[in-house]
């Protein structure tokens, strides 16, 4: 697995990671888009942001990079970065098929990105992603599986995934919506020869969001790494928008509301690799201070409060409109 390269790194950090939707496309659903961006979101305006954060990242022990074919053009942002760096060999590279990107370079497209599960969406984003990645790519994840996902029963496909396995990739899968738990423990059913076909599970999972929390747990106990994202909560946990409750905490801390959220999944002994959303160097900056919180039980009970039922978290996000 190629998350045994970050066992032997030595940074506080190596366990953060930085995910790309926020900076790959123009548009997104995180709060406070506008302030992060600018009106300036050109094709190598935001090639040069993607640049910056993943110098910073890096710099600051940062081992772990995400994008998605649906992530406008991160693959190709994170090749080009890549390229420049041939003998970087302590980085691990993941993205994700399932989904197409389909607004068009623009903030106010109908529809961003179209949901595909098939057999033939993987054999062509498959395609695309190893045309820009190539054999920098480690990881292939399914994007967004949910519990009715064809891509949960669909033998053809696990042969194929099992194949690119069987080549040296390995394959996971991430999921959404408020029955994550379900599609977890689903998706730790399929097996190919006897044999489980997933290596990593991404999930949704921060102060407000916790009900995939026992699933998660398994999948780390049957040996997959976990790797966290919207740990931020579409920017709903960080300054301004974040609740009093986490505001509090952070005060106590002098750290940010962002820190102290990322730093309450990280104390998850399940938790493998937290994402950061970061869409600026400063964000980035601290975001990583999660690696030094130290938050006692007191701090961790109060900020148990602000958990919601997972249909309304997950209706709240449907409404998040894309900036």
């Not at 995910?19 to 979101?41: E, F, H, K, S, T």
Request: net charge negative; glycine share 8%.
């Amino acid at each position: 697995m190629p998350f045994a390269r970050l066992a032997t790194a030595t940074t506080p950090t190596c366990h953060i990671g930085l995910g790309l939707a926020a900076i790959g496309r123009p548009g997104y659903i995180n709060l406070g888009r506008d302030q992060d961006l600018g009106d300036n979101r050109g094709v190598e305006t935001l090639r040069t942001r993607t640049h910056e954060l993943l110098d910073a990242a890096y710099a600051q022990g940062v081992r772990y990079f995400d994008a998605a074919r649906s992530y406008g053009r991160s693959e190709e942002f994170l090749a080009d970065w890549l390229s420049t760096r041939p003998d970087l060999d302590d980085v691990v590279i993941g993205s994700k098929w399932g989904y197409t990107y389909t607004a068009g370079w623009t903030t106010d497209a109908e529809k961003h990105e179209v949901k595909d599960h098939s057999l033939q969406a993987y054999e062509r984003q498959r395609a695309e992603s190893d045309a820009l990645l190539g054999d920098r790519l480690d990881l292939y994840q399914i994007h967004s599986v949910t519990p009715d996902s064809p891509a949960l029963t669909d033998k053809d496909l696990h042969a194929r995934l099992a194949e690119a396995a069987a080549q040296g990739l390995t394959v996971g899968f991430s999921t959404s919506g408020p029955a994550q738990a379900d599609a977890i423990r689903a998706a730790l059913a399929v097996t190919v020869d006897g044999e489980p076909l997933f290596r990593t599970v991404q999930s949704t999972y921060n102060a407000l969001e916790t009900s995939a929390a026992p699933a998660l747990a398994e999948a780390h106990e049957a040996g997959l790494t976990v790797i966290v994202k919207e740990g931020m909560a579409n920017g709903r946990l960080a300054d301004p928008y974040a609740p009093d409750a986490l505001k509090s905490v952070a005060e106590e801390t002098s750290l940010g509301c962002d820190a102290v959220a990322l730093a309450l999944i990280l104390r998850q002994p399940w938790a493998g690799v937290v994402l950061s959303g970061a869409a600026t160097t400063v964000q980035l900056a601290s975001n990583l201070h999660a690696a030094v919180v130290d938050l006692d039980e007191e701090q961790v009970e109060r900020l148990a409060s602000l958990v919601e039922e997972p249909g309304a978290y997950w209706e709240r996000r449907g409404q998040l409109p894309w900036h």
